[in-house]
T-cell receptor, first 116, second 112 residues
């Protein structure tokens, strides 16, 4: 399978704990995006990388959230001191950004986070 | 994801009908638009896209129409099939940015 993969698919954690999610983009894609989706809503942009550089961050991304893409391939999203309001589906997407980029983003299956 | 269709506008059609899903976008400076399909428990799946210098684009069984005057986007699905049942999202990209802003979504229910 050469699509975007995410791990874990489901995570249940207690309030106050830290969690980390991983995303492996499509191998030739240089752009990687993180989104959050709650029930009944469309995905909300969190942050975006081009290669290893984090180029945009949403105001939604509080200082408890941090994302990295150290080698320009896979990315991790960490949430520190989780709160019940962090319960959501966390989606990763990737795309090719270049001179003839189409902006079409390919999404992974998501990580469902439940904070109890 | 699961139950992504809660509280969403719903379009119910019979198999074989044509479906039209509408979307009002917010930013007149957006230069790229895209439609995604999301089935329960899965991530969004690309359907079709269109740039702002076009007003119509066709794919296999799908057509996207763009009316920039009224900031309206529509997705037409021909000969709708039960496998088309899902939540459909439109998204826009503001000029100068690489990120997408998603709309609220519409649930499409196709009865056999």
């Amino acid at each position: 399978d050469t699509g975007v993969s995410q791990d874990p698919r489901h995570k249940i954690t207690k309030r106050g704990q830290n969690v980390t999610f991983r995303c492996d983009p499509i191998s030739e894609h240089n752009r990687l995006y993180w989104y959050r989706q709650t029930l009944g809503q469309g995905p909300e942009f969190l942050t975006y990388f081009q290669n290893e550089a984090q180029l945009e961050k949403s105001r939604l991304l509080s200082d408890r959230f941090s994302a990295e893409r150290p080698k320009g391939s896979f990315s991790t999203l960490e949430i520190q001191r989780t709160e019940q309001g962090d319960s959501a589906m966390y989606l990763c997407a990737s795309s090719w950004g270049g001179r003839y980029s189409s902006y079409e983003q390919y999404f992974g299956p998501g990580t469902r986070l439940t904070v109890t | 994801g699961e139950n992504v269709g809660l509280h969403l506008p719903t379009l119910s059609v019979q198999e074989g009908d044509n479906s039209i899903i509408n979307c009002a976008y917010s930013n007149s400076a957006s230069d790229y638009f895209i439609w995604y399909k999301q089935e329960s428990g899965k991530g969004p799946q690309f359907i079709i896209d269109i740039r702002s210098n076009m007003d119509k684009r066709q794919g296999q069984r799908v057509t996207v129409l763009l009316n920039k005057t009224v900031k309206h986007l529509s997705l037409q699905i021909a000969a709708t099939q039960p496998g088309d049942s899902a939540v459909y999202f439109c998204a826009e990209k503001p000029v100068g940015y690489s990120t997408l802003t998603f709309g609220k979504g519409t649930m499409l229910l196709v009865s056999p």
